[in-house]
């Protein structure tokens, strides 16, 4: 059917050029994550879990876009256990050499199921809220 030099060409050319869109878009993703440990997971509170982490950034985006990284690993099993959870509480602080953790960067919370809704405040489900 398509059997000419010419489609065979355009073709090659195309899956190439979205092979670098996927990468690129990948690679920046990866990019605006900062580099990142996590020192604290409370789950004293039966289905909530409240994550601290510590960062060397403080550019916004970055944190903001760390708080969602994190709000997607807590729903993996193999990180958190996260199918049973209802709200998570995710708190991003500055990195300090003397203690385990410094000031707070960025304050955020999700509910991950209706159940999670009055526990947080928000009002909907599955978006991350972060406090000013």
């Known amino acids: 059917m398509f059997r000419s030099k010419t489609f065979k060409v355009i073709a090659g050319i195309f899956v190439v050029l ?3 869109i996927v990468i690129v878009g990948v690679t ?3 990019k605006n ?4 440990e996590i020192v604290e997971e409370d789950d004293e509170r039966e289905n909530v879990l409240r ?10 985006e970055q944190l903001e876009n760390l708080a969602e990284h994190l709000s997607e690993e807590v729903r993996d099993t193999d990180t958190f256990d996260g199918l049973n959870l209802y709200a998570a509480y995710i708190r991003i602080h500055e990195d300090v050499e003397n203690d385990e953790f410094g000031a707070l960067l960025l304050d955020s919370k999700i509910a ?3 159940e999670g809704l009055p526990i947080t405040g928000l009002d ?3 978006e991350l809220h972060i406090s000013d």
């Open 33 to 36: 994550i900062p580099e990142y």
């Open 18 to 20: 979205l092979a670098f």
């Open 51 to 60: 994550v601290r982490a510590v960062t060397d950034s403080d550019d916004p």
């Open 112 to 114: 991950y199921r209706s």
């Open 124 to 126: 909907e489900t599955e």
């Open 28 to 30: 920046e993703d990866s």
